[in-house]
């Protein structure tokens, strides 16, 4: 099962995305997902968390901007960004706690990540 995001785009400082993240080959099986992004640097941070029981967490950069939510029918995890900043600039990459973990583990807020997508590029400007 692969994770595919989509949704990235460019935008000026004050607009919105709304990125999506589905499984390709299957169904995700998971106690958490979530979202992290690569930026400036390239350090990973974790943005953004939801676990089974619908909890969400937030990183403190994006509490109040940020929105994590999920269609269960469609098996679609979301991410909508309001009020974006330029500093919210980075790759995007949805992420589950489900896998073997070849790659490590990417503590994603409060979701201990063990497999990702390929991201998807946000520029804001």
């Known amino acids: 099962v692969q994770l595919v995001e989509s949704g990235g785009g460019a935008v000026q400082a004050g607009g919105t995305l709304t990125l999506s993240c589905t499984a390709s080959?299957?169904?995700?099986?998971?106690?958490?997902m979530g979202w992290f992004r690569r930026g400036i640097g390239n350090a990973r941070q974790g943005v953004a968390s939801?676990?089974?029981?619908?909890?969400?967490s937030y990183a403190d950069s994006v509490k109040g901007r940020f929105t994590i939510s999920q269609d269960s029918a469609k098996n679609t995890l979301y991410l909508q960004m309001n009020e974006l900043k330029p500093e919210d600039t980075g790759m995007y990459y949805c992420?589950?706690?489900?896998?073997?973990?070849?790659?490590?583990?990417?503590?994603?807020?409060?979701?201990?990540?063990?497999?990702w997508g390929q991201g998807t590029q946000v520029t804001v400007s």
């Open positions: 992420a589950s706690d489900a896998g073997r973990g070849e790659r490590g583990i990417v503590m994603v807020v409060t979701c201990p990540a063990r497999s």
């Open positions: 080959g299957g169904t995700v099986s998971s106690d958490c």
């Open positions: 939801l676990d089974k029981l619908g909890t969400t």
